[in-house]
């Protein structure tokens, strides 16, 4: 079975920096491309960032452009997001994901995700 375990999420302040980790199992991992998404208490779910099989290319969500940074390893079978000068954007949950068709669209749809994993909290406020 495929199994995704994302770690990282803390209490943070903004300007922090942080490193969330997606532990994948059950599937060959560097097969496919990744991403991680995220929700909002009371909002629904987005995109923030995907990968390529290779990590030859990369998409970005306007809203987190240049600050965060995903990449994988795939000899680890990890999937890294690294977050850095975090605003005061309050709590989301953070999934990485598989992904069943590659897009560079912000407006890809969410059914192109696959299976998520069971999240990992991210606040950030001052």
């Known amino acids: 079975d495929v199994h995704l375990?994302?770690?990282?999420?803390?209490?943070?302040?903004?300007?922090?920096?942080?490193?969330?980790?997606?532990?994948?199992s059950g599937f060959t991992f560097g097969s496919g491309p990744m991403s991680w998404v995220r929700q909002a208490p009371g909002k629904g779910l987005e995109w923030v960032a995907r990968i390529s099989y290779n990590g030859g290319a990369t998409w970005y969500s306007d809203r987190v452009k240049v600050r965060f940074?995903?990449?994988?390893?795939?000899?680890?079978?990890?999937?890294?997001?690294?977050?850095?000068?975090?605003?005061?954007?309050?709590?989301?949950?953070?999934?990485c994901a598989k992904m069943r068709y590659w897009s560079f669209l912000e407006s890809a749809p969410l059914s192109y995700l696959g299976t998520r994993g069971q999240g990992t909290l991210d606040n950030v406020s001052s």
């Open 69 to 95: 940074t995903i990449s994988r390893h795939n000899a680890k079978d990890t999937l890294y997001l690294d977050l850095s000068s975090l605003k005061a954007e309050g709590t989301a949950m953070y999934y």
């Open 5 to 24: 375990v994302e770690s990282g999420g803390a209490l943070a302040q903004p300007g922090e920096s942080l490193r969330l980790t997606c532990a994948a």
